[in-house]
């Protein structure tokens, strides 16, 4: 199968930066790739995402300020938030699927287990 580790979160200032790493191991050949983000009492938000043809998505409330990529040979996914704002403040997920089209239906069957970003006020 698969398994999806996140580093990086952590507590930021308004304005700050943060880097999130994920590092993807397994026997999957993953193709899309992507970051879901969760905040209490809201749904979860795809908010970036690369598929294997380097085709990249992101939402409206951090395109602009959020950069993903990926090392395929490294088979590793990178997020870096700039100019965070405390609505950033949530738990963000590396995620994984076998399939590209998973960027267009915002389904991926792989999930990390998260790691919590604050941006404080």
């Known amino acids: 199968q698969l398994q999806l580790a996140e580093t990086g979160g952590g507590l930021v200032e308004a304005g700050g930066s943060l880097r999130l790493s994920c590092a993807a191991s397994?026997?999957?050949?993953?193709?899309?790739m992507g970051w879901f983000r969760q905040a209490p009492g809201k749904p979860a938000e795809l908010v970036a995402s690369?598929?294997?043809?380097?085709?990249?998505q992101y939402s409206k409330s951090v395109k602009g300020r959020f950069t993903v990529s990926r090392d395929n040979a490294k088979n590793r996914l990178y997020l870096q938030m700039t100019s965070l704002e405390p609505e950033d403040t949530g738990v963000y997920y590396c995620v994984a699927d076998p399939s590209d089209t998973s960027t267009l239906l915002d389904h991926f069957d792989y999930w990390g287990q998260g790691t919590q970003v604050t941006v404080s006020s």
């Open positions: 690369i598929d294997s043809t380097g085709l990249i």
């Open positions: 397994g026997t999957i050949n993953v193709k899309a």
